[in-house]
């Protein structure tokens, strides 16, 4: 399977209009596939590891007739459906897929098809982005993610939960939007609603995803380093590739970008290390001028980036943990731990006002 190979700009607002009410009718929601799979773990858990459920249920869902199956086939587990299979959803449906190339015939075998993105359906939003894995039955294949546009994912809804309004406040900033999951999902109620990214794939699914929701935004290609806003916004949010990401905005981005009585909340993988009372010393810690602002971080309990002082003592990782993208990698990266002094790992939405 390829990257997008389908030009995500040349389809038609009218097709994405189709594409919504099409996916709601036939009740294309994660919701269902949880319970045509008859699990007991909510969404999250499912969209946190959409690899783990491919792997594992596909040929459940496989054996089941509904139009849902299909679709969660094609578009969550990232599978091949045998191309007869498509009429469950209907001629219109099925014409749609194919006539915006969101479905094509498997190369080498027509009797099959695939898709060419991911969909994600969250809170009542569609989102488009990248397959990170192609499960074709008889192999698993993991994609390399670098310059992949990341469908909504654990760390998305650790943020996108944790997001408050300020009062009065009319416009939103998402910096690294990436898919657009933060701004469409949060930020309704805003009068002005911006965002961007280094990489022009995730522009292209933010934009598309703001026309397959019907989200009135603007995605442009920048980085925060050089984002010129024509006014600063009221409400900015980042969910951080990194820490060292996470403090450099903070430092040498975040003041160009905020209004005045604004708030930014930004989502980082924090370490905490021994001379740390709290995770608000380890945050003041990473940052040049750390009175400038005041940070209340809460810390995301629970969470797959989380690793607790008792279990760095064992040098061991929790199942399912998310700090490493391979169990092969999990060594290194506590031996890393233990060379910093490291005595806590967390993910934290830091709330951050000016003083
Ligand atoms: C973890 S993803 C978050 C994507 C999306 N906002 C979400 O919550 O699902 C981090 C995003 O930050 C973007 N990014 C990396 N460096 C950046 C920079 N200097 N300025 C703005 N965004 C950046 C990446 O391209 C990526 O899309």
């Known amino acids: 399977m390829n990257t997008v190979d389908f030009d995500l700009e040349a389809v038609p607002d009218k097709d994405w209009a189709e594409l919504r009410s099409a996916l709601r009718a036939a009740g294309y929601t994660t919701e269902a596939v949880r319970k045509l ?4 773990e909510p969404v999250e858990e499912i969209l946190r590891n959409t690899g783990r459920y491919s792997y594992f249920y596909l040929a459940r869902l496989a054996a089941l007739p509904d139009s849902v199956s299909v679709l969660a086939r094609l578009f969550l587990a990232s599978a091949r459906v045998p191309a007869d299979q498509l009429g469950r959803l209907g001629g219109t449906f099925e014409r749609l897929l194919r006539r915006t190339g969101l479905v094509a015939p498997v190369d ?3 009797t099959l098809v695939r898709a060419a993105a991911v969909i994600t359906e969250l809170r009542g939003g569609y ?4 397959p990170l894995f192609e499960n074709r039955g008889d192999e698993f294949v993991v994609h390399d993610g670098a310059d992949r546009c990341m469908p909504p994912h654990a760390s998305s809804l650790e943020l996108l939960d944790s997001l408050r309004r300020p009062e009065g406040a009319r416009s939103f900033l998402d910096v690294g939007c990436g898919s657009g999951c933060q701004s469409q999902l ?3 109620g805003y009068q002005r609603v911006a965002g961007f990214d280094p990489g022009p794939r995730q522009v292209q699914f933010a934009r598309a995803n703001a026309r397959l929701n019907g989200f009135p935004a603007s995605y442009i290609v920048d980085r925060w380093e050089t984002f010129p806003p024509d ?3 009221d409400h900015v949010a980042f969910n951080t590739p990194s820490a060292d990401a996470a403090f450099a905005f903070i ?3 975040l003041d160009r970008l905020l209004a005045p009585s ?3 909340q930004v989502w980082l993988v924090c370490e905490r290390a021994e001379p740390d009372r709290d995770w608000a010393s380890a945050v003041a810690r990473r940052l040049r001028r750390p009175d400038r602002w005041r940070i209340e971080p809460t810390v995301h309990s629970g969470s797959p980036f989380a690793l607790a002082p008792e279990r760095l003592r064992e040098r061991r990782l929790p199942a399912g943990s998310l700090l490493v993208d391979h169990p092969g990698e999990a060594a290194a990266f506590l031996a890393g731990l233990a060379a910093r002094r490291v005595t806590e790992v967390a993910s934290l939405t830091l709330t951050i006002h000016r003083r």
Do not use: E, K, Q, V
């Open 251 to 253: 430092d040498d981005g």
């Open 127 to 130: 989102f488009l982005s990248d």
């Open 37 to 40: 799979l008859g699990l007991s």
């Open 108 to 110: 080498g075998d027509p």
């Open 186 to 188: 949060f930020a309704a």
């Open 262 to 264: 604004g708030r930014a």
């Open 231 to 233: 006014d600063r916004f």
